[in-house]
């Protein structure tokens, strides 16, 4: 190399930068190691992870069992892969595995169609606001406070360079969204009205009644779903036009930050304006059924004023998770472990409640829920550390109207020892420091 660029030597490559920036010494780095020390070192390293604690976090990311035959079948050859299926000839498997996944978000959302390949819930919620700009021609969004604050903030990411102004529309004290200020925020400009249900506190929201809002006024209404197990036991939104939705917690692991699972589904009439990926089913010339990609209005496909999205990632091995899954626990297993989440969730406010307050108690929820505590929740959770618990999610950050607050999760992974634990822990704290009315009235103020 240094030939055929007529340099005599490494430092004649390197002469330009001066020598006050050129490192004249051997790099600080531990000798070479064998295989076997490597894998022993890293045997090591991996003994420092809490992977015995057990977490409280929800928020969005749940924590649930992954059966193993997940990641024994997504590591075969024929799915491992990047590809993208444009050519159904070699991509059958693949595209039938998307197909199979479509029908059954449909059968859990009910909704008529669903894609494949969005990133993740929050951007899922962001190209459905932005969907129902083109089926509707207006321009503006109304968002529920009860939205998760991370999904607000990519929708204002997503909103800020495509003129879609957003409106807020606050919680009452269940911690569902206000009805009345809900219908003053819509305005004939309103595209559609965004909610969470189960909402960022755990509470169920009255899909029916938001939906007759929305309509009345002419906007369509989108709902969010952060916690896909939810539909186990809770109604779908049968009443939205869009669903968006993150499957993680169906088979997909916890792995800082990613990956996951986002979904549209939505209406048939409104799947022209519908972003991501369709797989269709067909027939070939000799009447065998086959699957191809029926719909990808996205940039890789279309001239970009035409398309429905920018989104050009290839989610199918993540979709594939989701698809084994469901497919294992089934309509009766799923169900079940539904149930799960609500009975340990319903036995942990119980016994929180002893000790702190339970916030928002009058409206149904599902498996996560608000405790307030005279104590700040950081130092609560530093405690519970010392007991191998991660403990739940301070709101101030997101809500600084919640002082004091933390969202807290149990799933069926959550044990009654840890349960009672937490709440021993939450007694101890209460004890040393009672707690005062003023907190309590300023949240109901």
């Known amino acids: 190399m240094l030939k055929a660029i007529s340099a005599r030597s490494i430092d004649d490559l390197f002469a330009p930068i001066p020598t006050e920036y050129r490192l004249n010494r051997d790099l600080k780095v531990p000798r070479q190691m064998a295989e076997s020390e490597i894998v022993d070192w890293f045997r090591q390293r991996s003994q420092e992870n809490g992977i015995e604690y057990t977490s409280f976090l929800g928020?969005?990311?749940?924590?649930?069992?992954?059966?193993?035959?997940?990641?024994?079948?997504?590591?075969?050859?024929?799915?491992?892969?990047?590809?993208?299926?444009?050519q159904a000839e070699i991509s059958q498997g693949t595209l039938q595995a998307i197909f199979e996944f479509q029908t059954m978000i449909c059968e859990l959302t009910g909704m008529e169609v669903a894609n494949a390949s969005m990133y993740d819930g929050s951007t899922a919620a962001a190209e459905a606001a932005m969907m129902a700009l083109r089926v509707t021609g207006r321009n503006s969004?109304?968002?529920?406070?009860?939205?998760?604050?991370?999904?607000?903030?990519?929708?204002?990411?997503?909103?800020?360079?495509?003129?879609?102004?957003?409106?807020?529309?606050?919680?009452?004290?269940?911690?569902?969204?206000?009805?009345?200020?809900?219908a003053q925020s819509i305005t004939p400009d309103t595209a559609c009205v965004l909610i969470q249900s189960p909402n960022f506190f755990g509470t169920i929201e009255?899909?029916?009644?938001?939906?007759?809002?929305?309509?009345?006024?002419?906007?369509?209404l989108v709902v969010s779903i952060a916690e896909a197990v939810s539909l186990g036991i809770v109604e779908p939104p049968r009443q939205a036009d869009i669903v968006a939705m993150e499957a993680q917690s169906f088979g997909v692991p916890l792995g800082f930050g990613g990956p996951y699972c986002g979904v549209i589904a939505t209406r048939e009439?409104?799947?022209?304006?519908?972003?991501?990926?369709?797989?269709?089913?067909?027939?070939?010339?000799?009447g065998k059924r086959g699957f191809v990609l029926t719909l990808a209005t996205r940039e890789q496909h279309i001239r970009r004023e035409k398309a429905t999205s920018n989104i050009c990632t290839n989610q199918a091995l993540v979709a594939l998770m989701v698809n084994i899954f469901m497919t294992v626990y089934?309509?009766?297993?799923?169900k079940e472990l539904a149930k799960q989440n609500l009975s340990k969730t319903a036995y942990a406010a119980d016994q929180f409640g002893k000790h702190a307050r339970i916030l928002f108690a009058g409206a149904p929820r599902f498996n996560e829920f608000v405790v307030q505590t005279s104590e700040d929740p950081y130092v609560i959770n530093s405690r519970l550390l010392?007991?191998?618990?991660?403990?739940?999610?301070?709101?101030?950050?997101?809500?600084?109207?919640?002082?004091?607050?933390?969202?807290?999760?149990?799933?069926e992974m959550?044990?009654?020892t840890a349960i009672d634990t937490a709440a021993g822990m939450l007694a101890e704290s209460e004890a040393e420091e009672p707690r005062g009315d003023r907190a309590v009235e300023e949240v109901a103020r």
């Not at 969004?141 to 409106?167: D, F, I, N």
């Not at 009255?206 to 369509?220: E, N, Q, R, S, T």
């Not at 089934?330 to 799923?334: E, S, T």
């Not at 010392?386 to 149990?410: D, I, Q, R, S, T």
């Open 414 to 416: 959550t044990t009654r």
């Open 330 to 334: 089934g309509k009766v297993g799923l």
């Open 386 to 411: 010392g007991h191998k618990l991660v403990g739940g999610l301070p709101l101030k950050k997101f809500y600084p109207e919640l002082p004091n607050a933390a969202l807290w999760c149990c799933t």
């Open 206 to 220: 009255d899909v029916a009644a938001i939906a007759d809002i929305a309509h009345k006024h002419g906007a369509l």
């Open 141 to 182: 969004v109304v968002v529920a406070k009860s939205l998760h604050p991370e999904y607000r903030e990519v929708l204002a990411t997503y909103a800020l360079h495509q003129g879609m102004p957003l409106a807020l529309a606050g919680y009452t004290e269940t911690g569902r969204i206000d009805l009345k200020e809900l």
């Open 269 to 286: 009439k409104y799947v022209r304006q519908m972003p991501g990926r369709l797989a269709g089913q067909t027939t070939d010339r000799n």
């Open 59 to 86: 928020a969005g990311a749940y924590l649930h069992y992954r059966p193993v035959i997940i990641d024994s079948l997504i590591s075969r050859g024929e799915f491992l892969t990047a590809y993208t299926p444009y």
